[in-house]
């Protein structure tokens, strides 16, 4: 039996840092959040090849006095609390004094740290041991620089990701820190570029536009509630606003971003049926309560915490956003005729334009208010109708028109199937109607079917004592997606240009993620060009796109972004299964020729029994399972 030994300092602060510092984001979540305990008011992050060579984040904080700097390096030693009492009650975002001792005992540190601004103190620590301090000037506060992450464990190493996937996880979790704390300034830098600034001037929407883009802020809903142990509040996204993903969901107790689902999934419920399956809000809520109810002791990063009335907090959380959505939605009546905001543009066109008559109501009005006799109500500018930017300017030649379909005569079905049912070209050699053999073998799947007629929405045929349910919304996603995926792979993405270039927003995160993508999105038709400050512009857009473009635009690059690095076919099939679920629209009633072409249609189909998401296009029941439903 082997004998039972201590281990030593030095190794026994590697295994302790290998459950703090996992990667590169960890070292600038650890020193962002002792920045912020120390009050600071500024915090600079600066990284250099994503943090691996080095990470520098710099404060105006506190500052650390010349013979406290061992201390804090230190395992277990923290100026945050001081007795078992303390633990329950924690008000900041350490307390266990185990991040700079962590850090330090997986690279190589300096530390630049002052607490009057006059003369400072400089301290470089390696493998856990200090190798020097002197005096330097510097500036009140601390400056610590970590470089060599990972230098003497190299294993660790092969367990990170790629260096674009470490800079964006350290981009998220300075996003998510800002998000907590908006009355500090904080500055993201990588290679010398900058990827986040705020102001730190307390204006949470602010931050929001800084991160997630300004057409985002400015769909953001303030949500506000609180009770005798909680208080609730922050921005949400309104329903029609939404992502394909969960990560755009912040929730910051006591300005710490935690990961809880109870409360995500009580802030989804506050939304009801207004959110269409698989979509998520955008949403940044704070929480405050009081420390004794929240126990931050129970994960080594404190991103998970344990809450003594978490269904209280969920209900609350609940109703807050249910609140707030119904106080932002306008009164129905108002709705079906929504109103332009005149602009200061509109009014100078109405002075200049003599014979103009405006004779819509102001915006003040009310019923109460029209009824009532009061002064006459100064007569807005008149609206100015914009151009759709996301329908077609364009005639298709090839679609047939509504009004042709009086053209059909009362005899026109049966004259259909009458000429379905000649065999031509007997002269052929095989005595076969001339196919194409690709669409034989693709014919053999499905049988031709005779419409018998269609009921909810869905075609009823037969084939051969055979009967045939098709769902016609899953039929019109298979063709959709079969059609969209042959001009994905055959590079035939025929472009419509739009009238007015649409201009779309992203935050820092999704911004630099979708740039070292654009090649690959022109591939598949998104042609997006950089229009800076975060932004993307459109100026054509693939034929194949038939809705609100903009919204499915926003939903392809959704799949993109929040997808485990789909690329190939992998995407291909997403993107294409994606828009083919958008075309498909609702259930309309076909007459009997296009239900008809519908059924021929399918039989050429890659697979006609079922859509690209793999519901069910097609049931069959045969002629056996007809008597057995009837006990024969």
């Not at 910051?252 to 809880?260: A, D, E, P, Q, S």
Request: proline letters at 4%; hydrophobic letters at 40%; glycine letters at 6%.
């Amino acid at each position: 039996m082997a004998k039972i030994h201590e281990l030593s300092e030095n190794l026994t602060n590697q295994i302790a840092a290998g459950e703090v510092i996992e990667r590169p984001a960890s070292v600038v979540k650890e020193l962002v959040e002792n920045a912020i305990d120390a009050q600071a008011t500024r915090i600079r992050v600066e990284v250099k090849k994503s943090g691996l060579l080095e990470v520098a984040v710099q404060d105006n904080g506190t500052g650390i006095a010349p013979d406290q700097i061992d201390l804090a390096f230190m395992r277990h030693a923290t100026s945050k609390i001081a007795n078992e009492h303390d633990l329950f009650n924690i008000a900041t975002l350490g307390f266990r004094g185990e991040a700079l001792a962590s850090i330090a005992a997986v690279a190589h540190v300096e530390i630049l740290t002052s607490t009057d601004g006059q003369l400072g103190t400089r301290a470089g620590f390696a493998g856990g041991a200090k190798t020097f301090q002197e005096d330097a000037g510097s500036a009140k506060g601390t400056k610590i620089t970590v470089r060599d992450l990972f230098y003497n464990t190299p294993a660790r190493l092969k367990y990170l990701k790629s260096p674009r996937t470490e800079l964006m996880k350290i981009v998220d979790i300075v996003n998510r820190i800002a998000l907590g704390h908006p009355e500090i300034s904080l500055t993201l830098t990588s290679e010398g570029k900058v990827l986040l600034r705020t102001s730190g001037n307390g204006n949470l929407q602010q931050d929001v536009a800084n991160i997630y883009g300004r057409k985002v802020a400015e769909q953001m809903v303030k949500i506000e509630s609180e009770d005798p142990d909680f208080t609730v509040y922050g921005l949400v996204s309104k329903p029609e606003l939404s992502r394909s993903s969960r990560n755009f969901i912040s929730i910051l107790l006591n300005g710490r971003y935690i990961k809880n689902y109870a409360l995500a999934s009580a802030l989804l419920d506050g939304y009801g049926t207004k959110l269409s399956g698989k979509k998520y809000p955008i949403a940044v809520v704070a929480i405050e309560a009081d420390p004794l109810l929240v126990d931050v002791n129970v994960h080594p990063t404190k991103e998970e915490v344990r809450l003594s009335k978490e269904k209280e907090l969920s209900r609350l959380l609940t109703s807050a956003v249910t609140d707030a959505l119904l106080a932002g939605e306008e009164d129905p009546l108002f709705r079906l005729t929504p109103y332009k905001n005149s602009t200061q543009q509109e009014q100078l066109e109405f002075n200049l334009n003599q014979k103009v008559v405006d004779t819509r109501r102001p915006d003040t009005f009310s019923l109460q208010d029209d009824l009532a006799v009061s002064e006459p109500a100064k007569v807005p500018a008149p609206e100015k109708k914009a151009p759709k930017a996301g329908k077609a300017e364009y005639v298709d030649l090839n679609q047939v028109r509504e009004d042709d379909q009086y053209v059909l005569t009362k005899t026109w079905d049966a004259n259909v199937l009458a000429q379905q049912q000649l065999k031509p070209f007997e002269e052929a050699v095989s005595g076969e109607a001339v196919i194409a053999p690709v669409d034989k073998v693709l014919a053999n799947n499905m049988p031709a079917l005779t419409l018998l007629g269609q009921i909810n929405g869905c075609l009823v045929a037969a084939h051969e004592g055979d009967l045939y349910l098709v769902d016609q919304l899953a039929a019109r996603r298979r063709l959709d997606y079969d059609e969209i995926m042959d001009s994905l792979t055959q590079e035939t993405n025929y472009q419509q240009g739009l009238l007015e270039p649409l201009v779309f927003d992203f935050g820092s995160l999704d911004y630099e993620r979708l740039l070292d993508a654009l090649p690959l999105l022109d591939k598949i038709g998104l042609h997006l060009e950089d229009f800076g400050q975060n932004s993307l512009v459109m100026r054509t857009y693939p034929t194949w796109l038939t809705g609100d473009l903009e919204s499915e635009v926003r939903g392809l690059l959704d799949i993109f972004l929040n997808g485990r690095q789909m690329t190939g076919e992998k995407l291909l099939k997403a993107i294409a299964a994606q828009a083919a679920e958008i075309n498909a629209g609702r259930r309309v009633n076909l007459t009997n020729a296009e239900a008809s072409q519908l059924l021929a249609a399918l039989r050429k189909a890659s697979n006609p029994y079922q859509d690209a998401s793999g519901r069910t296009a097609v049931v069959r029941l045969s002629a056996n399972d007809l008597r057995k439903l009837f006990n024969k």
